[in-house]
Structure formats: C-alpha cells, structure tokens
T-cell receptor
Framework: AQKVTQAQTEISVVEKEDVTLDCVYE???????LFWYKQPPSGELVFLIR??????QNEISGRYSWNFQKSTSSFNFTITASQVVDSAVYFC??????????????FGKGTKLSVKP | GAGVSQSPSNKVTEKGKDVELRCDPI?????LYWYRQSLGQGLEFLIY????????KSGLPSDRFSAERTGGSVSTLTIQRTQQEDSAVYLC??????????????FGPGTRLLVL
C-alpha cells in the first residue's frame, strides 16, 4: 500500500531562518511520482514541484530546494531565508505510475509552517 | 490563463438534502479528479475521470456520492441525503495526459460544504 508521512505537524520559525519539511513515502512500485503542494490561508492548493522516481537529481528554484533520496524513501523540502509569505500548510503527495488509468494523489497530513516577522 | 474553477464556493445545506458541486477543468485537460479535505481525514481521493468515463470510483465513501462528467469537460459531484459528516472542502483537480508524462494535477479553489 502507498503511504506518505509528514511527521512534522507544525513548524514555527522566525523570518530569514532556513526550514526543512520532511516527507517519507512508501510504495511497492518502481515507477512513481512525488509532489509538493502549498496551501496558503486562502485555501487553494498550489503546485510546487513534481519528481519522477527515476530522477534523483536535487532541484533548486529560488529559495526552494528539494532533496529526493530513494535509499531512504524521502523527498524533503527546504525553504532558505524564509519569509512571512511562506506561511502555509505544505503537503507532500505520491502517485503511482499509470496502470490502466490511475494516478490519484496520496497525500501526507501536511505540515503547517508559520513564519514570524 | 484560466485555471480550474469550482462552484459554488460555499454551500450550506440541511441534513437530508441533496447537493451538486460543479467543476470546470483547465481547457484541454483530459483527466479530472475529485478530492475531499476535512479536519479529521486530511485530503482524500474520491473519484477519477479520464474523458467521460470514471475508471476509478474507489474513493467514494458511500452510495450517496456520485459524479459524472459530460463532454470531456465539466464534472458534477452529487451528494444525496447529506449527512453532517459530509461537511468538508471538496476539491477538484485536472491534468493533461496521465501516463504520458503529464501527471501534474492542478487544483481549483474548492467548494466548502457545511451540512447543518
């Protein structure tokens, strides 16, 4: 069975601190996709990144970076020099490669990040 | 460009009434998904459409829930005889071509349903 675990329920940091959000996943598939979404107080889920299981290269996008390690089944997300606008709930999600016609997302419980000025 | 839209944004109904929630996916997206977000259960998958057919209804919590999609575009999620435990935010997402490297799902703003 697939599962996504975000062990950190809430994190509070002060602006400009770096913060890492952890994500551990379980799947028996060899081909799968991992995602991070941001849900600000407005409620809409905003797509941040997608990674497929064959691409373990880490990615950096501005202040955001992602560390994908298959050996530990982890896909962690780091925000460098956090800002108040980063305050949101962040969800890690997994989808298996399409078999027939699947592909629904399995979400972690989310990590609520509060960045204080 | 237009994203996924959902209506209504909020719905308050009385227990036992039927409700219909609507989703307009991004133009050209063949796949459409419904999810539910509630405090106790987090984000749960409900149903998936590829075109107008629903090959995966495994997430629908009971037979009071149904969904359809017409013209490969708009989808309606119907909840019959609503119960208080149906209160949640219902989210719709769409993606281009799952299975062809286009798996990213883009979400709408959701419909917040409150059953009194």
């Amino acid at each position: 069975a697939q599962k996504v675990t975000q062990a950190q329920t809430e994190i509070s940091v002060v602006e400009k601190e770096d913060v890492t959000l952890d994500c551990v996943y379980e799947t028996r598939d060899t081909t799968y996709y991992l995602f991070w979404y941001k849900q600000p107080p407005s409620g809409e889920l905003v797509f941040l990144i997608r990674r497929n299981s064959f691409d373990e290269q880490n990615e950096i996008s501005g202040r955001y970076s992602w560390n994908f390690q298959k050996s530990t089944s982890s896909f962690n997300f780091t925000i460098t020099a956090s800002q108040v606008v980063d305050s949101a709930v962040y969800f890690c999600a997994l989808s298996e490669a399409i078999r027939g016609s699947q592909g629904n997302l399995i979400f972690g419980k989310g990590t609520k990040l509060s960045v204080k000025p | 460009g237009a994203g996924v839209s959902q209506s209504p944004s909020n719905k308050v109904t009385e227990k036992g009434k039927d409700v219909e929630l609507r989703c307009d996916p991004i133009s050209g997206h063949t796949a459409l998904y419904w999810y539910r977000q509630s405090l106790g259960q987090g984000l749960e998958f409900l149903i998936y459409f590829q075109g107008n057919s629903a090959p995966d209804k495994s997430g629908l919590p009971s037979d009071r829930f149904s969904a359809e999609r017409t013209g490969g575009s708009v989808s309606t999620l119907t909840i019959q005889r609503t119960q208080q435990e149906d209160s949640a935010v219902y989210l719709c997402a769409s993606s281009k071509h799952p299975g062809q490297g286009e798996e990213t799902q883009y979400f709408g703003p959701g419909t917040r349903l409150l059953v009194l």
